[in-house]
C-alpha cells in the first residue's frame, strides 16, 4: 500500500495494490478506483484534511459505496469489532474519519 499526500492543493492519494485502473467513481470529493475486475485499487480524497478533520458520520450505505464493500461484509466486520460506529435507532453511522482508516 503507498499514501501520498500533496500538502500543496491538499489531496490525498491511496494506493491499494499497483494495478491499472479501468474504471473510477467521483461523488463528494472523493474517487474510487477500479481495476477491470471491479476490485478497488485506490482511493483519492480532495480537500483531504476538511475530510480528516470531519466529524460528519456516514450512513451504512456511503460507508460501503466508499470502501467498495457490500452490506453484508461491512456488518461482518462491525459484528467481528473491526469497525467503529453509533446507532440512530436502528441505523448505524460512522464517523468518515473511521471508514478511511479503514480503507487503508
Same mark, same amino acid.
Given at each position: 500500500?503507498?499514501?501520498?499526500?500533496?500538502?500543496?492543493?491538499?489531496?490525498?492519494?491511496?494506493?491499494?495494490?499497483?494495478?491499472?485502473?479501468?474504471?473510477?467513481?467521483?461523488?463528494?470529493?472523493?474517487? #474510487?478506483?477500479?481495476? /477491470?475486475? =471491479?476490485?478497488?485499487?485506490?482511493?483519492?480524497?480532495?480537500?483531504?484534511? +476538511? %475530510?480528516? &478533520?470531519?466529524?460528519?458520520?456516514?450512513?451504512?450505505?456511503?460507508?460501503?459505496?466508499?470502501?467498495?464493500?457490500?452490506?453484508?461484509?461491512?456488518?461482518?466486520?462491525?459484528?467481528?469489532?473491526? #469497525?467503529?460506529?453509533? /446507532?440512530? =435507532?436502528?441505523?448505524?453511522?460512522?464517523?468518515?474519519?473511521?471508514?478511511? +482508516? %479503514?480503507? &487503508?
Amino acid at each position: 500500500m503507498k499514501i501520498h499526500h500533496d500538502s500543496e492543493i491538499d489531496y490525498l492519494s491511496i494506493d491499494f495494490t499497483d494495478e491499472v485502473e479501468s474504471k473510477s467513481i467521483y461523488k463528494d470529493g472523493v474517487i #474510487v478506483r477500479y481495476d /477491470k475486475k =471491479g476490485h478497488v485499487i485506490g482511493i483519492d480524497i480532495t480537500d483531504s484534511m +476538511k %475530510l480528516f &478533520a470531519s466529524s460528519d458520520l456516514m450512513t451504512l450505505q456511503e460507508a460501503c459505496a466508499f470502501l467498495g464493500i457490500s452490506e453484508s461484509t461491512m456488518r461482518r466486520r462491525i459484528k467481528e469489532g473491526k #469497525v467503529k460506529f453509533t /446507532k440512530e =435507532g436502528k441505523d448505524y453511522r460512522f464517523k468518515k474519519a473511521e471508514i478511511i +482508516k %479503514l480503507a &487503508a
